[in-house]
T-cell receptor, first 110, second 113 residues
Framework: GESVGLHLPTLSVQEGDNSIINCAYS??????FIWYKQESGKGPQFIID?????DKRQGQRVTVLLNKTVKHLSLQIAATQPGDSAVYFC?????????FGPGTRLSVLP | ETGVTQTPRHLVMGMTNKKSLKCEQH?????MYWYKQSAKKPLELMFV???????ENNSVPSRFSPECPNSSHLFLHLHTLQPEDSALYLC????????????FGPGTRLTVT
């Protein structure tokens, strides 16, 4: 259940450190953004979302930052754990249209 | 069972075969979706259903035919597929169309030979 075959950028992080995963989106009219986590053999799992009228939103151990000026989205994971190892991808939405990014593979080192 | 389930988990079919993928959601949601996740592209939305009515068809070839008999079940009927249709097909549901928190099933890994 992962984006196998794609040459995904990989982020390797030491366990306990913070992770920052970045995403560039394409449509300045997009009004809603979502981060998903996809573990091997599983479907994507919703992590956190943010509306275009916000620039920051916090969840449990995760923070999403939105910079509309440069059309950039980031996901920060605090105190990264082995269970955080997965592919992470963002999605932008406008109306009923969803456009997904290719994803970043997060590898947590012991 | 809970969440979103999909069957079969793996499917190998020839280009002349007809097969169907099944999705079932146990969340009481009103919207269901089919996505394609291939080796060379990011996740692509194929179809959107709201209360059994199709509300979105993202220029998907007619060899893919969705069916939503009720709000809990979604099918994807496949016929005369091409090798490039080999991919992971994911089903998802959400409370309503426009509710962006979607719950995904584990997917069906399809190989077209």
């Amino acid at each position: 259940g992962e984006s196998v075959g794609l040459h995904l950028p990989t982020l390797s992080v030491q366990e306990g450190d913070n992770s920052i995963i970045n995403c560039a989106y394409s449509n300045s009219a997009s009004d809603y953004f979502i981060w998903y986590k996809q573990e091997s053999g599983k479907g994507p799992q919703f992590i956190i979302d943010i509306r275009s009228n916000m620039d920051k939103r916090q969840g449990q151990r995760v923070t999403v930052l939105l910079n509309k000026t440069v059309k950039h989205l980031s996901l920060q994971i605090a105190a990264t754990q082995p269970g955080d190892s997965a592919v992470y991808f963002c999605a932008e939405t406008y109306g009923q249209n969803f456009v997904f990014g290719p994803g970043t593979r997060l590898s947590v080192l012991p | 069972e809970t969440g979103v389930t999909q069957t079969p988990r793996h499917l190998v079919m020839g280009m002349t075969n007809k097969k169907s993928l099944k999705c079932e959601q146990h969340l009481g949601h009103n919207a269901m979706y089919w996505y394609k996740q291939s080796a060379k592209k990011p996740l692509e939305l194929m179809f959107v259903y709201s209360l059994e009515e199709r509300v979105e068809n993202n220029s998907v070839p007619s060899r893919f035919s969705p069916e939503c008999p009720n709000s809990s079940h979604l099918f994807l009927h496949l016929h005369t597929l091409q090798p490039e249709d080999s991919a992971l097909y994911l089903c998802a549901s959400s409370q309503y169309v426009g509710t962006y928190e979607q719950y995904f099933g584990p997917g069906t890994r399809l190989t077209v030979t």
